[in-house]
C-alpha cells in the first residue's frame, strides 16, 4: 500500500475510532470519504471499498482506470495531478467530477456517464474537439461545465507543445502557472507563481530551450506568489 494512501485512511480511521493497531474490516468498510495527497500509485483504496466521496491531490494517475474497487463512488477530485486519460470512468456512476490542473486532452468519456451533473475541466489541454464538441454536448444535456477560458486554454496548449507539461489558469486573485504530477515538486498543488496572459505570451517566444528555462525558473522566484496587488 502507498504510504500516503495508507496515511489518509489511518487519519480518517483515528478521527473516527481513535488510535488503534490494526483496524477491523468493517471499519475499513465505513469509510465513505476520504482524501489522498502526492500518492505515487494508489494502491491501498479498495480496502475502502464503499468510498462515496474520492479526493486525490498532487498525485501520480494516468488515467481513470487505475482506480478500482470502488462501486460507490459519485463525487471524484484529481487535482494538481498526472491524469492523462478518462478511461474507466464509466465504471462508476457519477454525479460530480473535478480534474483541475491535470493533463488531460480529451473529454469523449464523459458523455457516457448519464447522472454527471457538475465537472471542471480548469487547467488541462483540452482538445479543439472536446472544446467545441463534447463541452456543449455535456451542456445541452444540463451538465454544469467550468473549465478555462480560450486565452487560458491556448497558453496551456502551446506550454504543452513547447514540452512543458504545464497548466495555466485563472483564479479570483489572478492568472497563474501549476505544475502537475509529481515529477517537478513533491507538492505540486502548491507555489503557483502569478503571471498575467501578456507575460507569458512573451515568455514562450524565443528559442526553446531559453523559453523553457524561463518557464522553469518562475517557480523560483518569491516576487511570483502573491498576486501583483499584494507585492
Not at 456512476?93 to 451533473?117: C, H, M, Y
Not at 515538486?185 to 501578456?198: R, W
Not at 515568455?203 to 518562475?218: M, Q
Amino acid at each position: 500500500m502507498d504510504r500516503n494512501v495508507e496515511a489518509a485512511i489511518t487519519l480518517k480511521l483515528e478521527r473516527d475510532y481513535g488510535k488503534q493497531g490494526v483496524w477491523e474490516r468493517s471499519q475499513l468498510e465505513s469509510v465513505s470519504a476520504l482524501s489522498v495527497k502526492h500518492a505515487r500509485n494508489l494502491d491501498g483504496l479498495s480496502s475502502c471499498p464503499n468510498l462515496e466521496v474520492l479526493v486525490l491531490v498532487g498525485c501520480e494517475i494516468s488515467a481513470l482506470s487505475d482506480i478500482s474497487g470502488l462501486d460507490s463512488l459519485v463525487s471524484l477530485a484529481v487535482e494538481d495531478s498526472a491524469l492523462r486519460s478518462l478511461t474507466g470512468a464509466q465504471q462508476w456512476d457519477l454525479f460530480s467530477l473535478r480534474i483541475k490542473r491535470n493533463l488531460v486532452e480529451d473529454l469523449a468519456p464523459l458523455t457516457e456517464l448519464p447522472s454527471l451533473r457538475r465537472i471542471d475541466v480548469t487547467g488541462n489541454p483540452i482538445s479543439r474537439t472536446s472544446q467545441l464538441e463534447v463541452i456543449p454536448e455535456l451542456t445541452s444535456r444540463g451538465v454544469e461545465v467550468t473549465a478555462s477560458l480560450e486565452r487560458e486554454r491556448e497558453i496551456t496548449l502551446r506550454l504543452h507543445a513547447l514540452g512543458l507539461p504545464f497548466s495555466y489558469y485563472r483564479t479570483s486573485a489572478g492568472f497563474r502557472l501549476g505544475r502537475p504530477g509529481l515529477n517537478f515538486s513533491d507538492k505540486p498543488e502548491a507555489g503557483h507563481p502569478f503571471i498575467e496572459p501578456d507575460e507569458m505570451d512573451a515568455l514562450l517566444t524565443g528559442p526553446l530551450e531559453s523559453v523553457r528555462k524561463n518557464v522553469h525558473g518562475l517557480f523560483s522566484r518569491e516576487d511570483l506568489m502573491w498576486p501583483k496587488g499584494d507585492r
